[in-house]
């Protein structure tokens, strides 16, 4: 069975300032996917960042970067030039790519910015 | 915005009572997925769809059970809730046209079961 891990149940950071959220993983599988999910106090799932396994190249998006390191099963979410309203809890999510999809996630970072 | 609602936003109910949770698609997609989030846990697999008519379970499924006779709607059951079924309950779509393999979510249920 999959599972995934965030050892982080909080973080807080200053505005402007980079922060970066650790995730690690665990699969026998080789064909998988990494995404960050973002949940602001609105409650809203948000899409933040996915990366595909088999691709060595670490996703970006704008602010948003991961350090993906597939041999040591690490997914890591890094935000630069924080903004208040980066502040939600973060998910680290994984799926199988193969049947159904079913999302594993992480237990979650609280992450605040602070003015 | 994937056209997913969820109904009701919020509930509260007794022990021992049915509750009835409702998604809505409005694209048609094949598969949806019903997850709750508790703390400490994050979100966490109960059921999901891949077409009318077909379910399967997922990781917490004892206590719930769900059908979807229209593509566009998935109910998720609960028979006879229990306060550890107190949760904020999600559905979530994978949109198959194109195919996509990220999934997006509904505004969620938070139910309270006193």
């Known amino acids: 069975a999959q599972t995934v891990t965030q050892s982080q149940p909080e973080m807080s950071v200053q505005e402007a300032e980079t922060v970066t959220l650790s995730c690690t993983y665990d699969t026998s599988e080789n064909n998988y996917y990494l995404f960050w999910y973002k949940q602001p106090p609105s409650r809203q799932m948000i899409l933040v960042i996915r990366?595909?396994?088999?691709?060595?190249q670490n996703a970006t998006e704008n602010r948003f970067s991961v350090n993906f390191q597939k041999a040591a099963k690490s997914f890591s979410l890094k935000i630069s030039d924080s903004q208040l309203g980066d502040t939600a809890m973060y998910f680290c999510a994984f799926i199988f790519i193969q049947g159904a999809q079913k999302l594993v996630f992480g237990q979650g970072t609280r992450l605040t910015i602070n003015p | 915005d994937a056209g997913i609602t969820q109904s009701p936003r919020h509930k509260v109910t007794e022990t021992g009572t049915p509750v009835t949770l409702r998604c809505h698609q409005t694209?048609?997609?094949?598969?949806m997925y019903w997850y709750r989030q508790d703390p400490g846990h994050g979100l966490r697999l109960i059921h999901y769809?891949?077409?009318?008519?077909?379910?399967d379970k997922g990781e917490v499924s004892d206590g719930y059970s769900v059908s979807r006779s229209k593509t566009e709607d998935f109910l998720l059951t609960l028979e006879s809730a229990t306060s550890s079924q107190t949760s904020v309950y999600f559905c979530?779509?994978?949109?198959?046209?194109?195919?996509?393999?990220?999934?997006?979510f509904g505004p969620g249920t938070r139910l309270t079961v006193l």
């Open positions: 694209e048609n997609h094949r598969y």
């Open positions: 769809s891949y077409g009318v008519k077909d379910t």
């Open positions: 979530a779509i994978r949109p198959d046209r194109p195919l996509r393999d990220e999934q997006f």
């Open positions: 990366q595909e396994a088999y691709k060595q």
